[in-house]
């Protein structure tokens, strides 16, 4: 059984202060090449600011990129997971919080940010690990 902390990437913790304006948010995700960045407040969590937060609170109300503050526009109800948590506790886990996005903790504190692709990457792998084994025992090739 897989736990989160054998899935999360190894890379380093990316994120953004909540008073930086969506202009750099936007840019430094870019940058990243990343759909959802962690915002923090004085080394806390206080959210996360992804491209749909991006698309339905600063596009459709065309408020100024340049101008508004991330913690204006970015989801505060964020849920978290330990990364002591199982694969498939952190599915259920976004599938309950209806997102794709979730900050990993140990002990109270942040240590990753685990993605839906991040979670459907290693699953692939698994399969595809268990597959070959499949065939090699089949075909007799142990």
């Known amino acids: 059984m897989s736990r989160v902390k054998d899935?999360?990437?190894?890379?380093?913790?990316?994120?953004?202060?909540?008073?930086?304006s969506v202009a750099d948010v936007v840019r430094h995700m870019s940058d990243l090449n990343v759909g959802a960045?962690?915002?923090?407040?004085?080394?806390?969590?206080?959210g996360v600011f992804s491209e749909r937060d991006l698309m339905t609170r600063?596009?459709?109300?065309n408020r100024n990129p340049a101008s508004t503050p991330v913690n204006?526009?970015?989801?505060?109800d964020v849920a978290t997971i330990e990364e002591s948590?199982?694969?498939?506790e952190a599915m259920e886990c976004m599938g309950v919080?209806?997102?794709r996005h979730l900050p990993v903790t140990s002990e109270g504190r942040l240590v990753g940010f685990l993605s839906m692709r991040d979670l459907m990457n290693h699953e692939l792998a698994q399969k595809t690990e268990e597959l070959h084994h499949?065939?090699?025992?089949?075909?007799?090739?142990?």
């Open 72 to 76: 204006s526009v970015m989801t505060t």
């Open 37 to 46: 960045i962690m915002v923090l407040k004085n080394g806390e969590l206080c």
């Open 85 to 88: 948590a199982t694969a498939e």
């Open 7 to 20: 899935i999360l990437p190894q890379r380093e913790l990316f994120y953004v202060e909540e008073s930086q």
């Open 97 to 99: 919080n209806k997102c």
């Open 58 to 61: 600063v596009v459709l109300p």
């Open 134 to 142: 499949m065939r090699a025992y089949i075909h007799g090739n142990t």
